[in-house]
């Protein structure tokens, strides 16, 4: 097996706000705290900014991070998250030049202080310009979606910044095969890393919690937690909601445009986000855990979270039948039709978990992210001869 060795190198990171929800890639760094010190970057531009309400709530919310930035005792040890005041657009040569000068200013100070070597990660396209520019001796794109093909996002400003990111980047690491695919098509070999699951997390006791958006709400309960959008097929929810002679179809997470036929599925609430935390209590009191995606090319790149964690928390789980679900057929059931997902949640609200299934999730066991952070420690790593061999 191999393991980095005691000299603490930096680690910079550009990603999702930490904190405001578990990505893939706060669950690695979450692993690799105790191996680095980690530099942190909140970033943002990803879409394009629109008067609607949806904006100015996220604008609010980063000038408020802006504004106050939150206190190092906030932080985990080894983490400082950087807020940088950044321009909201990225779209044009004029964008793109404004932001650079505005992150080399605020962060290369702060990256000068890690310990050397430092390796940059980024999961967003918006700072390929930083590549070359930024005092870091290794960049790593850890690619976790096609952003090109995300409803509400700007495709072809994060088209651009993709294809000069995977150009310049060192090492390319993708989360699922057919993201593989996508930057080998590129011209660049990348490494597989699957998502993870935290089995602690999803598989403790029942805490009785309550719940009191949902009290009222008529059982059984089928459950989605994750983004609202236009990823999800309405015509699946229909169906089932239709075949359903009692129960609630319960959509929890932000809403993100969502297909404006969703108002009118029968037997579907929605509510909002609920805290990483509260999951596991929603989960264990659920009759069916649902992923009822649309078969597009954003939902073929995707690795969804969600899938080993509903799978973790010992509940019937349906799937919609895509490249990253065909994989685990024995531990969930997978459709590809809304009368197939309206007759397979139907049944496990029947029969509950069989037990065939409950065996194969076993293997789920080599799916913590532990080790995928050793995985990715050493994909991203072995050039920079900071591994070594037990």
Not at 72 to 89: C, E, H, I, K, N
Not at 95 to 123: C, F, K, M, S, W
Not at 252 to 257: L, R
Not at 290 to 295: E, F, L, S
């Amino acid at each position: 097996m191999n393991h980095l060795t005691d000299h603490r190198s930096g680690l910079v990171v550009f990603a999702d706000d930490w904190g405001r929800h578990p990505s893939s890639c706060q669950h690695l760094v979450r692993q690799l705290l105790g191996r680095y010190e980690v530099l942190w970057v909140n970033t943002i531009g990803t879409r394009a900014p629109k008067l609607n309400l949806a904006t100015l709530r996220r604008g609010v919310e980063k000038l408020c991070d802006w504004i106050r930035p939150r206190r190092p005792a906030a932080w985990p040890r080894g983490l400082r998250v950087a807020d940088p005041t950044m321009w909201p657009w990225c779209r044009t040569a004029f964008d793109r030049h404004v932001n650079r000068r505005l992150l080399t200013r605020q962060l290369a100070g702060a990256i000068r202080e890690l310990p050397r070597p430092v390796v940059a990660v980024t999961t967003l396209p918006t700072v390929a310009d930083l590549v070359g520019v930024l005092p870091v001796d290794r960049w790593i794109y850890y690619c976790v979606d096609d952003f090109s093909l995300w409803p509400g996002l700007d495709h072809a400003a994060l088209r651009r910044g993709e294809e000069m990111l995977v150009a310049r980047a060192d090492v390319l690491i993708a989360v699922s095969e057919t993201l593989q695919r996508k930057l080998h098509s590129a011209g660049r070999p990348s490494h597989l890393v699957t998502h993870g699951v935290d089995l602690d997390h999803w598989a403790g006791e029942d805490s009785h919690e309550s719940l009191p958006a949902f009290e009222h709400l008529e059982r059984p309960w089928i459950v989605f937690w994750g983004v609202v959008d236009r990823r999800l097929d309405t015509a699946f929810l229909a169906r089932l909601g239709a075949d359903l002679n009692r129960g609630t179809i319960v959509l929890v997470g932000p809403e993100s445009d969502p297909d404006p036929t969703l108002a009118s599925c029968p037997r579907v609430v929605r509510l909002p986000a609920m805290a990483y935390e509260q999951l596991p209590v929603l989960a264990r009191r659920s009759n069916v855990l649902i992923m009822p995606y649309i078969d597009a090319g954003v939902t073929r790149a995707m690795q969804p979270l969600k899938m080993k964690e509903y799978m973790a928390t010992g509940r019937p789980v349906v799937l919609r039948e895509l490249p990253a679900t065909r994989d685990w057929p024995d531990c969930a059931d997978l459709t590809d039709s809304p009368e197939g997902f309206s007759h397979a949640v139907r049944l496990r609200l029947e029969t509950g978990l069989p037990s065939d299934q409950k065996i194969a999730r076993t293997r789920l066991a080599d799916e913590g992210w532990a080790a995928k952070a050793d995985l990715f420690a050493q994909l991203a790593l072995l050039e920079s001869g900071e591994l070594v061999e037990c």
